[in-house]
């Protein structure tokens, strides 16, 4: 594993936001989810899609927080331009599970 500095670290701009909107993505080549997240009035609303039909529908995640890193270029996914990256972890099958406060938290707050 490399290491890197603190300051390294820093740049990497991981925030808190709560999901929207949802909505299916079936022109992604694995199934996805299109998400819309508020980070607060600093950074607004941003969208990305997310591999995690595993565990979430579109309904369920209306209104759940989230954490996403704000700070790397757009990416377009398909018909649909990226412009978070929602942070999770694999589960033991591979099912992507979410990152998230387990507190409620204001939208746009920054990981400490």
Do not use: C
């Amino acid at each position: 594993m490399a290491e890197i500095s603190f300051d390294d670290f820093l740049k990497v701009d991981i925030r808190a936001g709560r999901v929207v909107r949802a909505e299916p993505f079936p022109e992604a080549r694995k199934p996805a989810i299109k998400l819309w997240i508020d980070f607060g009035p600093e950074i607004g609303e941003k969208k990305t899609s997310a591999q995690i039909t595993a565990h979430y529908t579109p309904e369920t995640l209306v209104g759940r927080m989230v954490m996403g890193v704000v700070n790397f270029p757009p990416r377009q996914i398909g018909p649909f331009m990226s412009e978070v990256l929602t942070l999770g972890v694999a589960d033991a099958t591979g099912g992507i599970v979410l990152l998230a406060p387990d507190q409620d938290v204001a939208p746009g707050e920054r990981m400490q």
